[in-house]
């Protein structure tokens, strides 16, 4: 992959990784004493892993034929690697199972989707496995299903699907050397050619994905521009067109507490990284992945990267000084508050957006139009919300608690305000709504139940995040509809995005109740576009992706786009019309006032079925 980002670390070179390196080595195939190998010239952060991974070649055969290693590699160290004619099968325990070695960050739910398996089925097939697994684990996965999506690909047919080329294997040849000879990776060749689960054979057709020329290596979804209005804003831009643009990432990196980090990205997982530090870094692998796969030979990226050291006042007025008449185009962070209040403001005198990747209040935008928030505040879950009342659930017995303790409890009037408006706009339906009761309910939770239907779905609004009080009610009601006297009871909970947190609440409890919540992050890790992102980021950064890394990767790539395309960000028509569906999350800014910044308004609705989370909305 071509890469055309600068990186200018300063005090963050510890955190770099190897995104500018060039390849030292060599795709000529040398024959020594009968046997073929390539010469691989170790650079600078290598591992054993990325050189095994780099040419699918077990680690234990380099080894074998490279017995020094085991001491450890070294910079310009020529390593002899074995020619792979033959991708290495998995591990086959017996005819019906295979056997999985856990990566690092890896669930059970991201294995099964690699597998196009259930977490059910390989619970079942390891009866004695804890649901929790650790790095380096063995696994037993079933492989009827990896037999049935083998045995749908037809030898004798080639269909060339649209984007893709033929090539026909030479002798010698491997995934490895095709990926540099096309310029693609490894994962989209496997991609589409059913994982190429039996490796390469001399003469075998294969297809390769050919290099779009487009924005992005990845085919993400259309944005919801209309044409007109793109050509529009491109003519206003045409005359200011810029190839060059400039990003500050102000982050806590914490270096000087993780001063163990080596230049090898795999120190992400070393349980000794400063734990305040990981969103910071895990943020920073995703945004500058995203940026890589956007940048063009054309159009490139200065990424200006300073360490916030958390909320630091006296450091954050240094940078400042740091940042000063720097031709920035966009600046992203710092995390907490009163720290991005100052930088939005150098950013408002200086007309740079400044957006920030975490919550903040809506205040922070008030008379700042430079100011960006990329996580939607509660009160846009109400939209949501009612949505879901109104489509769903208008006929339903609907209760709305609040909460005395709770921050949030003036979400309800909020809903209930909503609700009638969408209820209006059905004014030949009207007599089939049903209002939101509103009860006041502490601890009461007998209250609640007494206001229970038992002829109709009891959909309770619960607008809190005090944990506490959401354990304790989970716990009233679970036990409540599991007496038999309440077997025929049916009740749905809406709650907030915190329950997502609360691990002392057990799964079956929120298939019980039925939950419901608003979110601003959901990743469908069955869309094809979000797999082979991901598939991407493991084998050029090593690691599995987190939440957190493909937060970054969506706002490098919305950001990023813009600047592309339309050379600035802060022309409020774009942010109103330029809407962008991510892996992990969606972005549709709107001004939320005359001379005040922008927020995201974009959220999804999940559901808990079958102890799995289905999108909604």
Known sequence: ???????????????????VAQQTDSLEIHKIKGKEYYIHVVSKGESLYAIHKKYEVPIDVIKSENPGVNDGLSIGEKIFIPVNKHQEEPSHPNGNLIQHKVLAKQTLYSIAKIYNVSVKEIIAANPDMDEKIEEGQLINIPVKQIKQVKDKKDTNTLIKPSGWKVHQVKKGETLYSLSKLYEVSIDSIKLINNGLAEGLKENEK??????????????????????????????????????HFTIALMLPFYVDQNKEITENISALEDKNVYPKSRFAIEFYNGFLFALDSISTADKSFEVLVYDTNGDDSLRILKLLKQIEGKPLD???????????????????????????????????????????????????????????????????????IEHANSPEKSLIESLIKAYKNKMLLNIDDTLAFTPINKLKIDRNFADLVAKLSSTKNNVIFVPSSKQAYITDLFSYLTSTLNRREYEDYTVTLIGLEEWLTYENIELTSFDLLNVYLPVHSYINYDDSTTANVINEFVVEREFYPSTVSLLGFDMAYYFGTCLMNYGTIINPVITNSYNHKGISMNFNFRKTGIESGFENQ????????????????
């Open 602 to 617: 974009s959220s999804f609705l999940i559901h808990y079925q079958n102890l799995e989370l289905v999108r909604v909305y």
């Open 330 to 400: 966009l600046i992203v962070g710092p995390l907490y508050q009163s720290n991005y209040e100052v930088i939005a403001q150098y950013g408002k005198r200086n007309h740079i957006p400044v957006v920030s990747p975490v919550k903040q209040p809506n205040k922070l935008l008030l008379g700042n139009e430079m100011a960006f928030k990329a996580i939607p505040s509660q009160a846009n879950v109400v939209e949501c919300i009612s949505t879901l009342l109104v489509d769903s659930f208008k006929t339903a017995n609907i209760i709305a």
């Open 1 to 19: 992959m071509k890469k055309y980002i600068i990186i200018s670390l300063g005090i963050l070179l510890l955190l770099t990784t190897s995104l």
């Open 206 to 243: 294969i297809f390769i994905p050919i290099k779009q020329n487009r924005i992005g290596q990845f085919q993400m979804h259309k944005d919801t521009l209309s044409a007109t209005l793109q050509e529009i804003l491109q003519q206003a831009f045409d005359s200011t067109e810029k190839n």
